[in-house]
C-alpha cells in the first residue's frame, strides 16, 4: 500500500521556465517531508525538508509547499536549468518512527 | 561534510557466492540504514541501526545478514542470494534514529546482479 504517491512519472520544462513536481500522502500522522534528487547510478541526494508547523520552505531556487488539509505537497523549482534533469523522491516520515516513506519518484528533464 | 560511502560499486554473483556490501560514514551519525531499490521504484527499508544495534528489521529473508561493527560502519552480508535480489542497495546514516525531522543522507549504492 502506497502511502506516498507522485502520479507523474515524468516531466519536461523548459529551461528557464519553473518545474513543478506533486507529491500526495494518506497517513495523517506524517509530519516531516522531505525531497531527494536522484541521478541514474548514484544515491539520493536530499534537497529540501518541511515540518508541517510550516506551509513552505525556501532554499535558493528550491521551494517546498505543504498543504496539509489536502495532504499534498509540491517542489517548486525556479529558474530551471538543464543539471536539474533527474528524478526526483519526495519522503515522509511520522512521529511513530524513523522510518520514510517513498514516493515512486517523477523524472524532471529540463530541455536547453 | 555530509558523505556516505559504499564499496563496491557494482557486484556481480552466483547464487551459492557468498559476499558483503560494505558503507562507511564519519558525519558522527548514530543511525545506519540499508535500503533495497529495484528499476523505477521508491527505496524500500530493510534495516536500521541504531547506536550499532539493530532496530529495524522490515521482514527481511535470512539470506541477507547485516552488521554494525561500529558506528562509522555498516556492512551487509549476502549469501545464497536469488535472481530477483538483483537491485541497487543503498546506505544511508542520520543522526539520531526514531527522531521523525532526522534527514537521512544517502550514499551513491551498490548496484549487484545475481546470476
Known amino acids: 500500500d502506497q502511502q506516498v504517491k507522485q502520479n507523474s512519472p515524468s516531466l519536461s520544462v523548459q529551461e528557464g521556465r519553473i518545474s513543478i513536481l506533486n507529491c500526495d500522502y494518506t497517513?495523517?500522522?506524517?509530519?516531516?517531508f522531505l525531497w531527494y534528487k536522484k541521478y541514474p547510478a548514484e544515491g539520493p541526494t536530499f534537497l529540501i525538508s518541511?515540518?508541517?508547523?510550516?506551509d513552505k520552505n525556501e532554499d535558493g531556487r528550491f521551494t517546498v509547499f505543504l498543504n496539509k488539509s489536502a495532504k499534498h505537497l509540491s517542489l517548486h523549482i525556479v529558474p530551471s536549468q538543464p543539471g536539474d534533469s533527474a528524478v526526483y523522491f519526495c519522503?515522509?516520515?511520522?512521529?511513530?518512527?524513523?522510518?520514510?516513506?517513498f514516493g515512486t519518484g517523477t523524472s524532471l528533464t529540463v530541455i536547453p | 561534510d555530509t558523505e556516505v560511502t559504499q564499496t563496491p560499486k557494482h557486484l556481480v554473483m552466483g547464487m551459492t557466492n557468498k559476499k558483503s556490501l560494505k558503507c562507511e560514514q564519519h558525519?558522527?551519525?548514530?543511525?545506519m540504514y540499508w535500503y533495497k531499490q529495484k528499476a523505477k521504484k521508491p527505496p524500500e527499508l530493510m534495516f536500521v541501526y541504531s547506536y550499532e544495534k539493530l532496530s529495524i528489521n522490515e521482514s527481511v529473508p535470512s539470506r541477507f545478514s547485516p552488521e554494525c561493527p561500529n558506528s562509522s560502519l555498516l556492512n551487509l552480508h549476502l549469501h545464497a542470494l536469488q535472481p530477483e535480489d538483483s537491485a541497487l542497495y543503498l546506505c544511508?546514516?542520520?543522526?539520531?534514529?526514531?527522531?521523525?525531522?532526522?534527514?537521512?543522507?544517502f550514499g551513491p549504492g551498490t548496484r549487484l546482479t545475481v546470476l
Open positions: 544511508a546514516s542520520s543522526q539520531v534514529a526514531g527522531t521523525y525531522t532526522d534527514t537521512q543522507y
Open positions: 519522503a515522509a516520515s511520522g512521529r511513530t518512527g524513523n522510518q520514510f516513506y
Open positions: 518541511i515540518s508541517s508547523i510550516k
Open positions: 558525519m558522527g551519525h548514530r543511525a
Open positions: 497517513n495523517s500522522m506524517f509530519d516531516y
